[in-house]
């Protein structure tokens, strides 16, 4: 349980860190460390580099312009969850970050490194894919956009380069009518989860759905968006009818196994979870049916 | 499995840091965790390692004020920062700290392995908050593992601990 051998390198700032990515061979960024230093502690990972970022004062801090979050990368997951001005905005935040890991691990654990790692359970890429945000990265070949659709490539494969670091995450919020609320079932807290789901709504003047975003996390290898049922949801009074729409949009799914949980089990507890997490939004939306 | 570099983890790192309101200036590999270099290079033994993988707790210390996994920290990652181990809870002249007190109150350990742990997290955290519920309490230490006391003796350790922070015990 002792990590291996390797040298140690703290820039302090981005332009030294993606020089240093760029020449170094067989390098590891250590963020937050929730998750690289225990892959270092048993072995997992072999890095003969590990790039330091949490000195790059620039990655880290909340901005918030208007409708538009920016967040940077080495925030701190426990200064998301305390932010009262993003708690304003999407409390969604804070109450998906209680099921990240523990106060300790949320103390280090950041949001880019939670992006970067990519656990197909993850929280904080569901959030990320529920409000449509876009992961800024930089590397050798400069800056790049990377939407959230597009950002989990394959189990625990981000879209990023092993010579490029995540800076910052952005999204738009809405606001008026709206509400939104994140579930999720694991054996204990602060386990992965076996599945959770995140919803956001917002209702028009006559109570009816103007805009709807729903993510499920833990049923595929990334964030899995219900992009059709949201669709037919839109117009529609968010009362039980409209639960049973939201929950037809897990029936096309492939959804993950193993030794623990069966796909048709998992299943269930994302519809379970969708259901709560719908009939909770709406009601913090103002609903009266749901 | 390939070879580092040949200079790969050679290379030693000055760091100075506070512990326990003691600064100390040390040279590190830079390898070893936080709580590698408490236990071996201060000799400070009371932070626990149970797993060094992050799901135990037992090796919880505050640094800078927030609640982290020693073994999931290097030591060099601490230069300049100060450190409050499970020894550094207690008062001057060793009056205990209101949890400590508390923990022995309500029995609120047996073995003692996890206690380190348990201290420092609800020592951070009743710092925060010094009017929790039980449900919360319950949370904050759900990141430590204890397999001894069932975990209830803790939560009314915290409970009364915090009745005394509040000025009420
Ligand atoms: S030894 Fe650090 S969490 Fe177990
Ligand atoms: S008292 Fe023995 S593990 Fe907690």
Known sequence: ?290 | MHDPTPEAGKARHAISLTVNGTAHAVDVDPRQHLGDFLRQTLQLTGTHLGCEHGVCGACTVIVDGAPVRACLILAVQADGASVTTVEGLAGKEGALHPIQSAFRAHHGLQCGFCTPGMLTTLAAFLADNTSPTEAEVREAISGNLCRCTGYQTIVEAALSAAQTLRGEG
Not at chain 1, 192 to 197: E, L, N, T, V
Not at chain 1, 240 to 246: P, R
Request: hydrophobic share 45%.
């Open chain 1, 1 to 290: 349980m002792k990590s291996p051998q390797f040298a140690y390198h703290r820039p302090q700032s981005v332009a030294d860190a993606t020089a240093l990515l760029a020449r170094l061979e067989n390098a590891k960024v250590l963020a937050g460390g929730q998750s690289l230093m225990p892959m270092l502690n048993m072995r997992y990972a072999l890095p003969d580099h590990v790039v330091d970022i949490n000195r790059i004062p620039e990655l880290s801090g909340i901005t918030i312009e208007g409708d538009r979050i920016t967040i940077g990368a080495m925030t701190r997951q426990r200064d998301i969850e305390r932010s009262d001005a993003l708690f304003a905005r999407a409390p969604i935040f804070r109450e998906a970050l209680r099921h990240v890991g523990h106060i300790q691990t949320r103390s280090r654990g950041t949001i880019g490194g939670s992006l970067c790692h990519l656990d197909p359970a993850a929280e904080l890429p569901g959030l990320v894919r529920l409000f449509d945000g876009t992961v800024h990265v930089i590397g050798p070949g400069g800056e790049r956009s990377i939407a959230a659709t597009d950002w989990g490539l394959g189990y625990m494969t981000p879209a990023i380069g092993a010579d490029e670091i995540a800076t910052a995450i952005t999204f738009n919020v809405w606001s008026g009518r709206r509400g939104e609320a994140f579930e999720e079932f694991a054996r204990r807290h602060g386990d992965f989860a076996i599945a959770g789901a995140g919803v956001r709504l917002q209702l028009d003047t006559g109570g009816h759905i103007a805009r709807v975003a729903m993510v499920l996390v833990g049923v595929d290898v990334a964030p899995v968006r219900l992009l059709e049922a949201e669709t037919a949801l839109v117009g529609r009074a968010p009362d039980a009818a409209a639960i049973a729409v939201a929950k037809s949009g897990l029936d096309p799914l492939d959804v993950l196994s193993d030794a623990q949980n069966s796909a048709a089990y998992r299943k269930h507890i994302a519809g379970v979870m969708l259901a709560r997490a719908f009939r909770r939004a709406a009601q913090s939306a103002g609903a009266h049916h749901a």
